[in-house]
Nanobody, 123 residues
């Protein structure tokens, strides 16, 4: 059974930082591209960041480029999202997802999802 479990969310002031983690089990982690998505209250889920199987290639939403960094540790079956210079508009439920087909920005293409971790940024 595949499980993706996010952690690291919380309440932070604007300008602060958080590091999200997503621990994967039940799959050959190194064969999956990974992504982070988020959904703010009343809004649709949106792409945040993506990472290739090897961790060599990355892709970011324009709204987070230069502030967020996605990375992975294939030995630990974990993907991370380092979030710096957080803004109130970053407030959302953050999900990690796995895609066997390769790095993508499309949520419909993801094979597995975690349940999310809540990030709240106060002004």
């Amino acid at each position: 059974q595949v499980q993706l479990v996010e952690s690291g969310g919380g309440l932070v002031q604007a300008g602060g930082s958080l590091r999200l983690s997503c621990a994967a089990s039940g799959l050959t982690f190194s064969r999956y591209a990974m992504g982070w998505f988020r959904q703010a209250p009343g809004k649709e889920r949106e792409f945040v960041a993506a990472l290739s199987r090897s961790g060599t290639n990355t892709n970011y939403a324009d709204s987070v480029k230069g502030r967020f960094t996605i990375s992975r540790d294939n030995a630990e079956n974990t993907v991370y999202l380092q979030m710096n210079s957080l803004k109130p508009e970053d407030t959302a439920l953050y999900y990690c997802a796995a895609n066997y087909g390769g790095m993508t920005t499309h949520s419909d293409a993801m094979d597995y999802w975690g349940k999310g971790t809540l990030v709240t940024v106060s002004s």
